[in-house]
């Protein structure tokens, strides 16, 4: 006689994820103020995602990635403004005056060699104060010779440069080259006087462009503050509406190996497989285990689904004393992009059954039981796969685990991070910073063309087979430090992936109690499976009891 129980709907669309309120969570605002505080960042979220229409969106998990993705169109704008102002300012200089360009290169040049020798100071002095090693001091050395040497090839370009400027004056106030009179004076004349007033207040412009972009990207960060913030999103951009609806779905469809992409690293991954046999306490002890197979299972791995779905839904919500605050419970079906042609984020009913029923095809449905916390910048994610297959129950777990963004985007949260302190900052960067973006604006402005090309190349019908068009990476995971900055970050992971797998376990053996099978080898399994604790696959460092995979190591 089974007991009856209540089946959830596996097959509704996912509630919406955390960070969807009108009230953004911390990863949103950390990773919005990203957007204006690092460019590469910015850049390769609008390029992997936004500009990507023909490959699925990665799942967003504790962050809203739409208000992210706003953030950095308008970042990007900025970005644009300031490269173009100074590749035409650069070009303005060459055409009207040569011996000015010329200048103004010799300039920024011993900027930065200023700012290089400043920076080496700074770090000889910390080195020597706080006892740093061979390896180290070495680095500073090997430093200090290379500002050395850029000190001398400076030097050199420098006397080639006003020797070059003082011959094309001369030149030029030459009044016909070789068949005038030359008159050495103007050329002098013009080399010190315009052209080097010129090129000084060039050089004033070159420093407050990036200066002042930079105070426009701060004022954008200071509305990222706590209480502050708020959804912007752009209602007239069909590209974000279509990412918005991409995230509502109860499919997955990824690219390369690891189908769980946006879920940070892995904790630990198992799977068990168990005969379905009948409870005979009475059966004679060389009754064949043949005989004691089910002659017809009497249950379906759809069923089985659904009551480990509900009784772990039963812990969420309320207080953290019975139930998971921040417990998330829902069915997923992944599904590999280069298996596919129909690029779509919804099944219906019929069709996650069948996937369920059939675990056959590239489709695998998972229940996925997510723990949000530290106000969204922990997501814990426990994956379970359950298939009858063979006369034999299958169970797997994969825990995954994804961290708080990068420390520098956490500036927003911080004393000082915002305001006045914060604007100076910004006036400070924008000068010590200006050689190296005067040199990188024509690059960017050469790589967003290519980008627009690339873009506007991509377009078009998708191909049916051999192109795989799954979610390659998550904005979440390119913003993430990949380090846990405190130790119960690395405890409550483990916490939280240890409760929802004993609870799994538990309503798994249930269910087969109730069923009248025999559930001794599970029993057995169970316990294994427990006691040796959570493992780490792949790289970092975690704090557990087991390591396994390519640069994994267990720290004590």
């Known amino acids: 006689m089974t007991q009856a129980y209540v089946q959830p709907d596996p097959y509704a669309v996912p509630a919406p994820r955390a960070g969807d309120d009108d009230v953004p969570t911390r990863p949103t605002r950390h990773l919005s103020a990203g957007a ?37 169109k308008k970042a990007r704008v900025i970005n644009l403004a300031r490269d173009g102002a100074i590749v035409f300012m650069l070009a303005l200089s060459a055409c009207v005056s040569f011996p000015t360009f010329l200048l103004l290169v010799v300039a920024l040049i ?27 001091f070495l680095r500073l050395i090997l430093r200090a010779w290379a500002v050395t040497g850029a000190f001398l090839l400076s030097t050199m370009l420098s006397f080639y440069f006003f020797a070059a400027a ?127 197979e089910f002659p017809t299972i009497t249950f379906t791995a759809e069923e089985l689904t659904a009551w480990v779905a509900e009784r772990i839904n039963r812990l969420t919500g309320g207080t953290a004393q019975e139930l998971l605050p921040g417990l998330t419970v829902e069915g997923t079906v992944f599904l590999a992009g280069s298996e596919t042609a129909m690029l779509r984020n919804q099944m219906d009913r019929a069709q996650v059954s069948a996937v369920i029923a059939n675990p056959t095809t590239p489709a695998r449905y998972f229940l996925a039981f997510r723990v949000s916390s530290w106000q969204g910048e922990l997501i814990t994610n426990v994956y379970v796969h359950i298939a009858v ?49 005067v040199a990188r ?17 991509r377009r078009g019908a998708v191909s049916p087979t051999g192109v795989d ?37 538990a309503a798994v053996l249930d269910f087969l109690e109730n069923q009248g099978a025999d559930v001794t080898e599970f029993r057995q399994r169970s316990v294994n499976i427990l006691n040796r604790g959570i493992q780490h696959f792949g790289s970092g460092d975690i704090n557990n009891d087991g390591a396994v995979g390519d640069n994994a190591k267990v720290t004590r």
């Open 36 to 72: 204006y505080l690092d460019d590469r960042f910015c850049r390769a979220a609008l390029n992997e995602v936004y500009h990507q229409p023909r490959r699925m969106v990665a799942p967003s998990y504790g962050f809203d990635l739409v208000t992210v993705l706003s953030h950095c």
């Open 110 to 136: 011993q900027l930065q060699l200023c700012v290089a020798t400043y920076r080496l100071i700074r770090d000889v002095v910390r080195g020597l104060r706080g006892g740093g090693t061979v390896t180290d």
């Open 166 to 292: 003082a011959m094309a004056a001369a030149l030029a106030g030459a009044g016909g080259g070789f068949y005038g009179e030359p008159e050495p004076s103007t050329g002098a004349d013009l080399l010190t006087g315009a052209s080097t007033a010129l090129s000084l207040l060039l050089l004033a412009v070159l420093c407050f462009t990036p200066m002042a972009a930079n105070l426009l990207k701060q004022s954008r960060v200071d509305t990222m503050a706590p209480g502050r913030g708020r959804h912007t999103t752009d209602a007239a951009d069909q590209r974000l509406a279509e990412i918005e609806r991409q995230q509502r779905g109860n499919v997955v469809v990824y690219s390369g190996y690891q189908p769980f992409v946006g879920s940070g690293t892995e904790l630990d991954r198992w799977g068990t497989a168990v005969r379905l046999v009948r409870r005979e306490p009475n059966a004679a002890a060389t009754t064949p285990e043949s005989a004691r």
């Open 389 to 437: 297959q063979g006369r034999t129950l299958y169970v797997d777990m994969s825990s995954w685990a994804l961290g708080p963004c990068r420390s520098e985007f956490r500036v927003v949260d911080l004393e000082g991070g915002t305001g006045l302190p914060a604007y100076l900052r910004a006036v400070k960067r924008g000068i010590v910073d200006a050689p190296v973006t």
């Open 441 to 457: 604006a024509p690059i960017n402005l050469i790589q967003a063309g290519l980008d627009a090309l690339h873009v506007a190349t």
């Open 469 to 505: 068009y799954g979610a390659l990476m998550s904005v979440r995971e390119l913003g993430s430090s990949g380090t846990w900055r405190n130790s119960l970050i690395e405890h409550d992971f483990t916490k939280y992936a240890s409760i929802i797998q004993r609870r799994v376990l």
